[in-house]
């Protein structure tokens, strides 16, 4: 578990979040796997398929994933997914703030942009943190690799969103503020 000692942080979680999808961003593609940790809590997960909400795609970006178009028109409705996804954020950070965390914008673009057209509303807001950008301010280096340290990603999305939170742990461990 991680211990938040920080009197300004300590009525924050941190939600570490990986998505696949079948584009380059929500515009020309659809998210079709999402996976959620929980920092400093790894037993606390959330991880869904989705079923593509548009005709477009991209054989390249779906073959990243190892899925088939066939495949992602079997899997469930995104309307219950994020539902679903939503209820268990406010569960899980009880009276706690959500802070949404991913290793690059990518994700992102496609929670954001699902969250509000399928709730209504993004449980995290409209800042994110960027694993990435928080490993070259960590090193000091707008060139330091954080797959060299993390290692690369399986494009499985709990388990990236899992590896991304413990090279956050790492991170914070190593005396990243938080």
């Not at 009880?94 to 509303?121: E, L, M, Q, T």
């Not at 494009?155 to 991170?171: E, G, P, Y």
Request: net charge negative; charged share 25%.
């Amino acid at each position: 578990m991680l211990t938040i000692t920080a009197q300004s942080q300590a009525d924050r979680i941190y939600f570490m979040i990986d998505i696949e999808a079948d584009g380059q961003s929500p515009a020309v593609g659809s998210m079709i796997e999402l996976g959620c940790v929980v920092v400093g809590d790894p037993s606390k997960r959330f991880q869904s398929y989705l079923k593509p909400d548009k005709d477009t795609y991209s054989e390249k970006s779906l073959s990243i994933s190892g899925k088939t178009r066939q495949e992602t028109m079997s899997y469930p409705d995104p309307k219950g997914v994020m539902e679903d996804f939503k209820k268990w954020i406010s569960e899980t950070a009880g009276s706690k703030r959500p802070v949404f965390v991913s290793d690059n914008a990518f994700d992102w673009s496609f929670v954001d942009f699902y969250f509000h057209k399928y709730v209504g509303v993004n449980p995290f807001g409209h800042s994110p943190r960027n694993l990435h950008d928080l490993h070259k301010g960590f090193r000091g280096s707008l060139s330091a690799s954080l797959n060299s340290e993390r290692g690369n990603l399986p494009h499985s999305a709990v388990d990236d969103a899992a590896m991304n939170a413990n090279h956050m742990i790492k991170l914070i461990n190593e005396g990243l503020s938080h």
